[in-house]
């Protein structure tokens, strides 16, 4: 059987290894975020430049004002498109990367959560009599940092569906904008 140091000193070591782990997964998906985000950019980017080049050509070939403006008003739309498509796709990426942070957090926590109660348990085992007290309030104080862990999840749960919303409607109104401006323009002839 194991000392009491020695439980101590394997659970702190297992502990430190599960929380540089924790870490390292955590920021390699967080990279794996950013890396699609930039990823996002540069495309979104080389396609605007090119297209705004091709675009810009052809206004500066119009004959006459009219063509001008029918120019303009085929271009808005592809273009209202492209900007909700954009924020799409970026709301996706954030509510990916997040769900993997928040799914990977929480099972190490889980996991971790677990381990100290078991080892509270053993350690609780052969404790000296009289102890009683400082044991149940340890189990108190490890409740309640479960406790506080849960309502943390919860509050962070929150707050990434009202982005999620947020998000969803941004896109709306984007859409909705788009279509109104597109409704605005002088028909094509």
Same mark, same amino acid.
């Given at each position: 059987?194991?000392?009491?140091?020695?439980?101590?000193?394997?659970?702190?070591?297992?502990?430190?290894?599960?929380?540089?782990?924790?870490?390292?997964?955590?920021?390699?998906?967080?990279?794996?975020?950013?890396?699609?985000?930039?990823?996002?950019?540069?495309?979104?980017?080389?396609?605007?430049?090119?297209?705004?080049?091709?675009?810009?050509?052809?206004?500066?070939?119009?004959?006459?004002?009219?063509?001008?403006?029918?120019?303009?008003?085929?271009?808005?739309?592809?273009? /209202? *498109?492209?900007?909700?498509?954009?924020?799409?796709?970026?709301?996706?990426?954030?509510?990916?990367?997040?769900?993997?942070?928040?799914?990977? /957090? *929480?099972?190490?926590?889980?996991?971790?959560?677990?381990?100290?109660?078991?080892?509270?348990?053993?350690?609780?085992?052969?404790?000296?009599?009289?102890?009683?007290? @400082? @044991?149940?309030?340890?189990?108190?104080?490890?409740?309640?940092?479960?406790?506080?862990?849960?309502?943390?999840?919860?509050?962070?749960?929150?707050?990434?569906?009202?982005?999620? *919303?947020?998000?969803?409607?941004?896109?709306?109104?984007?859409?909705?904008?788009?279509?109104? *401006?597109?409704?605005?323009?002088?028909?094509?002839?």
């Amino acid at each position: 059987m194991f000392s009491v140091p020695e439980q101590f000193s394997n659970a702190t070591k297992a502990n430190i290894d599960a929380q540089l782990a924790l870490l390292t997964t955590l920021t390699g998906k967080t990279f794996e975020g950013i890396e699609k985000f930039v990823e996002l950019n540069m495309t979104v980017g080389k396609t605007s430049m090119e297209e705004s080049a091709n675009f810009t050509k052809q206004l500066m070939a119009a004959k006459d004002s009219q063509e001008f403006f029918q120019l303009s008003s085929t271009y808005a739309q592809p273009a /209202a *498109e492209k900007a909700l498509s954009y924020v799409r796709h970026l709301a996706s990426i954030v509510t990916s990367t997040q769900a993997e942070l928040t799914r990977t /957090a *929480e099972t190490q926590i889980t996991e971790t959560s677990s381990k100290v109660m078991s080892l509270f348990e053993d350690v609780t085992k052969n404790a000296p009599a009289g102890s009683q007290n @400082v @044991v149940a309030m340890l189990k108190t104080v490890i409740g309640n940092a479960n406790a506080s862990y849960d309502q943390l999840t919860k509050t962070t749960k929150q707050a990434v569906e009202s982005l999620e *919303e947020n998000l969803s409607s941004v896109a709306s109104q984007m859409s909705q904008a788009g279509s109104k *401006e597109v409704a605005r323009l002088p028909a094509k002839k």
